[in-house]
Structures are given as C-alpha cells and as structure tokens.
C-alpha cells in the first residue's frame, strides 16, 4: 500500500513562531487532507489539497504531487494550535475509492505561551 | 460540512462483552467509513459502510468482530464484540460526498473512546 511519512514526529513552539510541517507520499493520490486533532481527540478538517496551495487564516498548504509531498504552514503560532496534525492520503492507482485514507504517523505541536 | 454524531461519547467495558457504536448523520451522504485510533497511534479505515448491502473490511478486519450496518444514508453502527484490552481504542465515524464539503473530503465525527477492562 502507499507510504506517509510525516516530520517533524514532535515540534515544540512558543507562542507567535511560525513552522512548516511536511508530508512525504510513496504513490500518486487523488485525494490528500490534511487534519488536526485537538486534546480531545476530535479531528478537524484542515485543508482538502491533492494539488496546488490553499489558505485559511494562519494557515496554509502547499501539495507538489509530481514530487509527492505536501507541506502545512502554521504562523504565528497559538497555544491553541497545539495537537496533533495528520497528513492523509488515497492513492489515485487501481481506483482506490477516494474515501480510503491512508494517514501518516503524525506531528505532534506543542505551543507554549 | 456535515453535522455527525457518536454514541457513545466514551464507555467503559468488561472483557468478553459487545458494544455498538451509532452514527448519525444530519444530511445524507454517499459514503460512511469506521476508522479505528489506538492509542497514541494514527488511524486505521476498519471497513466501509455500504448502504443496503454488506460492509467493506480492510485487511485485518472482520465482520464477526465488528460487524457493521448501513441501513440508510444518514446511519450507521459499528459493533465491537466480544473485546478485549486490545479494542481500547477511539472509534470514529467519517462520511464524505455531502452537499457542502464536496464529494472528496472526508469529515469526521467527535469519536467513541472505549476502554476495556
């Protein structure tokens, strides 16, 4: 199956630093999200990018399939952004149904005030 | 994005018994999926819903241990039977294909956390 590596695997932070978390993917994919998932376990939806750059406030995402990684940019950072961030995949070969997410390990972001 | 709601929030349970997980969806969907979190691992997809007609398992899963129903397009269940330890997990129900998020992007519910004892 398709491999997700995510790094850092840990990130600590002080409050209004910025950082860049990467997602490395062995195989061409038709879906790629990208999720945090708060103290309480809920997963919120970041950003749906296969392709192209998205922003959403602080935050934004970048997707190079033909290199396959994509990447997440978190400025000025907040202690409310401290979670885990799971990068997410189906790959695109053998029409694997786009709902079928394979998700990297995680980068677990803690913000200090 | 879809409102989506889990019964239970989180439950404690005995070795050896069954519990099943709900559900519900505030619009209908095209897809419903059950992913499994271990803890302090990522998730895994156990299988998908299908609508009228028996679930999709991953390899590694079974329907004797967790059989699943679809019986519309806003419901599902995930039964854990007879568990052990090792099914203390966070169960989460994702749906995609509704009419605001899109077709591709999956959402997730809040999660069932069980611990097993």
């Known amino acids: 199956g398709i491999q997700v590596e995510q790094s850092p695997p840990d990130l600590i932070l002080q409050e209004g630093a910025n950082s860049t978390l990467r997602c490395n993917f062995s195989d061409s994919v038709n879906n790629l999200q990208w999720f945090h998932q708060n103290p309480w376990g809920q997963l919120i939806n970041l950003f749906y990018?296969?392709?192209g750059t998205k922003q959403n406030g602080r935050l934004s995402a970048t997707t190079v399939a033909t290199e396959r990684y994509s990447l997440l940019y978190i400025s000025s950072s907040q202690t409310t952004d401290s979670g885990v961030y799971f990068c997410a995949v189906t790959r695109l070969a053998g029409g694997t149904s786009y709902g079928k997410l394979t998700f990297g390990q995680g980068t677990i972001l803690t913000v200090h005030p | 994005s879809a409102v989506i709601s889990q019964k239970p929030s989180r439950d404690i349970c005995q070795r050896g018994t069954s519990l099943t997980i709900q559900c519900q969806v505030d619009s209908q969907v095209t897809m419903m999926f059950w992913y499994r979190q271990q803890p302090g691992q990522s998730l895994t997809l156990i299988a998908t819903?299908?609508?009228?007609?028996?679930?999709?398992?991953e390899s590694g899963f079974v329907i004797d241990k967790f059989p699943i129903s679809r019986p519309n397009l806003t419901f599902s269940t995930l039964t854990v039977s007879n568990m052990s330890p090792e099914d203390s997990s966070i169960y989460l129900c994702?749906?995609?294909?509704?009419?605001?998020?899109?077709?591709?992007?999956?959402?997730f519910g809040a999660g069932s956390r069980l611990t097993v004892l």
């Open positions: 994702s749906v995609a294909g509704t009419a605001l998020s899109g077709a591709n992007v999956l959402t």
């Open positions: 819903a299908n609508q009228g007609s028996e679930a999709t398992y």
């Open positions: 990018i296969p392709s």
